[in-house]
């Protein structure tokens, strides 16, 4: 089956953790170990989000006293696919030694007039205390709003519409290729009267991006994958309980935030609502088992899901990682 497993930038960099090379190396790897089983069994695409790290060079370059004005987000976003599609490549050549992989750089298209440049909701960057975060706000024009414990930076999230590099992924679909692709959602772009592309400064929203690449592709399954084991219904209260197997219609039923597991439960939605496959949400060292109807909690267009068996476990001694 043709399987679209999308990991956050947490993944690379967790909550708390310094922005260090080493750090997000020593990740990627405990990642790739969990998603190694699927490789293994199905053709694999995988996307990844860079909001600490898009986050961490926006910081850099507003800071760089020889720049005349700090790089813009599409830029930034590009520099972080090829920084993190590198680590994906390296460490899953390393897991499984003689695969082809392929890690490209994705332009997303994005409507010119989408009312989200003008209602930024997507997180990116570390975290900050409130007045930490009101202080760079102030000094850089940021705007800022809290997420769980703490505050950061928020910026305009636009709308995917396709990805404009989806025939070269599938080419390298067909040929064997293991694919790491639409990171950071893709470096978002709009198209000209003459037809011609050109960046915006925006963060796509990588859930909803690659479940728009699922869609083009004729994927079998899109994979969400977090740090949570599910969705929870009435999360955060006392009566909060896991939703284990749901159609679109009862997920989107649920209130969920809007820069957090929202995009995520709309991403799983309208993938299975398009094509009538398979989506799901769960955490990262649950993939094999989410896939095997034993984790995670899976969307289908009738609400029921008994795993694909081929699927074999993953090793959850040595896999310990936060992903969103």
């Given amino acids: 089956m043709r399987v679209v497993a999308t ?5 690379l960099l967790q909550r708390g953790q310094k922005p260090d090379a080493d750090v997000q190396e020593r990740n990627v790897r405990l990642a790739v170990a969990a998603l190694a089983p699927l490789a293994a069994d199905h053709e694999l695409v995988l996307t990844h989000g ?13 800071s760089d006293p020889r720049l005349t004005s700090p790089y813009p987000f599409d830029v930034l976003g590009a520099q972080t696919q090829g920084m993190i599609g590198y680590w994906l490549l390296q460490a899953m050549e390393n897991e499984l030694p003689g695969r082809q992989v392929a890690a490209i750089i994705n332009q997303t298209l994005v409507a010119a007039a989408d009312p989200a440049f003008a209602d930024p909701t997507k997180f ?4 900050y205390t409130e007045e930490e975060a009101h202080r760079l706000a102030t000094e850089r024009g940021w705007t800022v709003k809290p997420d769980g414990t703490g505050w950061r930076r928020v910026v ?21 290729a293991i ?12 198209r000209n009267e003459r037809g011609e592309l050109s960046g915006v400064e925006a963060v796509v929203d990588k859930d909803l991006t690659s479940s728009v690449l699922a869609e083009a592709l004729d994927a079998d399954v899109l994979l969400v994958l977090t740090d949570v084991p599910s969705v929870m219904r009435d999360f955060g209260t006392p009566d909060q309980q896991p939703v284990r197997q749901a159609t679109p219609g009862s997920l989107r039923a649920l209130d969920f935030a809007a820069g957090s597991m929202g995009p995520k439960v709309e991403a799983v939605c ?6 009538g496959g398979i989506a799901a949400i769960g955490r990262l060292e649950d993939a094999p088992a989410i896939l095997r109807g034993e984790a995670g909690t ?13 699927v074999g476990p993953s090793n959850p001694d040595t896999v310990r990682v936060a992903v969103s």
């Fill in 7 to 11: 990991l956050g930038g947490n993944a």
């Fill in 50 to 62: 860079n909001g600490p790290q898009v986050g961490v060079l926006a910081l850099q370059s507003a």
């Fill in 124 to 127: 990116v960057g570390e975290m």
């Fill in 156 to 176: 305009g999230s636009p709308r995917p519409h396709r990805v404009i590099e989806t025939r070269l992924i599938r080419l390298l679909l067909q040929s064997g």
């Fill in 179 to 190: 694919v790491v692709c639409a990171g950071g959602g893709g470096v978002p772009v709009i």
């Fill in 270 to 275: 309208r993938f299975v609502e398009l094509t």
């Fill in 298 to 310: 899976v969307v289908t267009p009738s609400g029921s899901f008994h795993g694909l068996p081929s």
